[in-house]
């Protein structure tokens, strides 16, 4: 409020009268409420499928469920067949799965985080084995067929479920590698340097501190790993599953079959009635991914909440 | 860890030793221990060179790579064998580009509206639903893109839904559509990250000139996080290529060189997967071209995770 000076109008400006500033905000709004529900639909599009999906196999499957099924081998027929040695050789499989991959993973880990430099060898590595983490399946069979069926052949049995279970820890060697070296990164520096400040070597930290805090992360990622090997079927064709097994196998060097070989199997017999054998042999598969993905939840929860 | 024991005066009270040449070698002995772990990786890939390169070789001696590469017909199994590795590829490529067709969108679409717009209760449900499709076993989609999706594009579902009704039982429609379902983890979780690290302070300008939340969106993060998710988008196609499951079972076991989605077509893994479950001992030609399909597919798989790799590090490297 001073004499003689002009004081610029604050506030918004006015639109011209005449002018050609035209806002379109009745459109743009409507514009944008309509791009909100496209990205909503996109998000619900998948778990509607899922959902879809679950309900077409729990709807063809559970009633073909019965303790039967559980317990009978493979057969011509589709009313007598059942997914016993599915799960004997899966049960196989993911036991020395897990013997070979889990301590080589958790070591390659350990010693990538707390031991390796950063010299060039080692960058190498760690392409290496994010590299190996987005190889198809299906390579990792042609490679144990390869070396651990046909070379190797005399020391594993051939098509034996010792091939099958190398097949597997390969494929999921990176995948476990990688959670690992997440949670032991998520260790605080504090507990390294507290526990050398007190005069321990390198291994001794590792072990009694680094190692025990980062377990149930580990722990976590190794679960999930071992439950996507279970459900994988293209590897374990390659390296020569049996597709109809009436015996189950006395050892690591004998002949196998798995739970999505079976599935695998069924799906591809034309009679009506293989349709829901197939849809009860995925029900099992999948309870038990359920059971393994909760166990793996559950872990990481609890660890994060001691935290 | 070498630390002085004692004082400068040569007084040790006798308890502290310091390291003793036997802790030093058993540090050494577990360092080469665990490095012996990561360096199986190496041995994998290296495993996984040879035996690809020996066993293509020995398919490659007897029929030329031109032969392999230019043929326009695959007929692995006749007294007059064709080993034309278009055909194969092509039905890999037809039954991604369906598969893409499908995840880019709803991934994309998925990725902006949980890192966007959902509230963080939202996101904690959804998230997990959308690993939970990530965690469904390829068999269990091939499985449902034959009983389920093929019927109800065929019109034995719905009765008022028959768009296809002349569909074959094996066809690359359903192998493809399904197969996008099956990726949209991949696109919408690495495309999130991607949007997630595109800075508030961008957003934020965009709103204060007035622009709404679709503009924003699309204008200002969207083209922020593309490399991102470009990236998303080529390690969505690498692991269509690679997939097996859902395509021999839903696809076919034909080799049939077409673009028409409802024909029946085998594609590069199916094909593997078809000879490997045959008898097909070691030394034949037909053992032999599994291992030049497959060079193939780990050399078009490798090259696309290279280049995912690339704009991954771009993004990251931009902020």
């Known amino acids: ?307 | 860890m070498a630390i002085k024991a004692g004082d400068d005066r040569g007084n040790n009270s006798g308890m502290w030793r310091g390291e003793s040449r036997l802790q030093k070698y058993k540090e050494l002995f577990i360092k080469g221990l665990l490095a012996a772990c990561a360096y199986i990786s190496i041995l994998t890939t290296v495993g996984i060179v040879f035996i690809l390169l020996y066993e293509a070789s020995k398919f490659f001696r007897e029929v030329s790579v031109f032969r392999f590469l230019a043929s326009t017909s695959w007929s692995a199994n006749f007294s007059n064998p064709e080993f034309g590795i278009v055909v194969l590829a092509n039905a890999t490529l037809v039954i991604t580009g369906i598969a893409l067709l499908v995840a880019l969108p709803v991934g994309l679409g998925a990725a902006i509206y949980l890192s966007d717009y959902a509230s963080t209760r939202v996101r904690k449900a959804l998230k997990p639903a959308l690993e939970i499709l990530a965690g469904v076993p390829t068999i269990v989609y091939g499985f449902f893109a034959l009983t389920f999706v093929t019927p109800l594009l065929k019109g034995d579902v719905l009765s008022w839904f028959a768009p296809l009704p002349g569909l074959g039982t094996f066809n690359a429609l359903s192998a493809g559509l399904v197969m996008g379902v099956m990726i949209i983890p991949t696109v919408a979780s690495v495309s999130e990250d991607a949007l997630y690290a595109v800075p508030r302070g961008l957003r934020e300008g965009a709103y204060a000139l007035g622009a709404t939340k679709y503009e924003t969106v699309t204008k200002v993060v969207v083209p922020a996080a593309l490399s991102g998710i470009t990236a998303s988008f080529i390690l969505g196609m690498s692991r269509a290529i690679g997939e097996t499951m859902i395509v021999a079972v839903a696809a076919g076991n034909l080799a049939n060189l077409s673009w028409n989605p409802t024909d029946s077509m085998q594609t590069m893994t199916a094909y593997i997967v078809n000879v490997a479950s045959g008898e097909n001992p070691a030394g034949t030609v037909q053992y032999q071209t599994i291992f030049a399909v497959g060079l193939t597919l780990f050399l078009m798989t490798l090259i696309l995770n290279i280049i995912s790799h690339f704009f991954v590090r771009r993004y990251k490297e931009d902020y």
């Open chain 1, 1 to 307: 409020m001073s004499q003689g000076t002009q004081t610029p109008e604050r506030g918004a400006p006015t639109p011209k009268q005449g002018g050609d500033y035209n806002p379109r905000i009745g459109t743009r709004h409507w514009a944008a409420r309509v791009f909100k529900v496209l990205v909503l639909a996109a998000t619900l599009i998948g778990i509607f499928v899922l959902g879809v999906l679950l309900f077409d196999i729990g709807i063809d499957g559970i009633p073909r469920l019965s303790m039967d099924f559980l317990t009978s081998g493979g057969s011509s027929s589709p009313e007598t067949a059942g997914i016993y040695s599915g799960i004997i050789g899966s049960l196989w499989l993911v036991s020395l799965t897990a013997l070979f991959a889990v301590p080589l993973g958790i070591g390659a880990a350990i010693y990538l985080e707390e031991y390796a430099s950063d010299n060039w060898l080692n960058r190498i590595l760690e392409i290496n084995i994010s590299n190996l983490a987005g190889v198809p399946s299906i390579v990792y069979g042609l490679l144990a067929l390869g070396i651990f069926v046909n070379y190797l052949g005399p020391l594993t049995g051939g098509k034996s479920i010792l091939s099958g279970a190398a097949a597997l820890s390969l494929l999921i060697l990176p995948v476990i590698i990688i959670a690992t070296r997440e949670s032991v990164r998520a260790v605080p520096t504090k507990v390294r340097e507290g526990a050398y400040a007190l005069g321990a070597t390198k291994w001794d930290t590792v072990r009694g501190h680094v190692l025990p805090m980062a377990l149930p992360g580990a722990m976590t990622g190794t679960i999930l790993a071992l439950s996507r090997a279970i459900g994988e079927t293209a590897p374990l064709i390659v390296v020569g599953a049996a597709v109809y097994m009436t015996f189950t196998p006395n050892g690591p060097r004998d002949r196998f079959t798995a739970m999505p070989i079976q599935i695998f199997e069924w799906t591809g017999l034309p009679q009506e009635g293989w349709v829901s054998v197939a849809a009860a042999g995925i029900v099992v598969l999948m309870t038990l991914l359920l059971l393994m993905n909760s166990i793996a939840i559950v872990i990481r929860n609890r660890s994060q909440r001691r935290a």
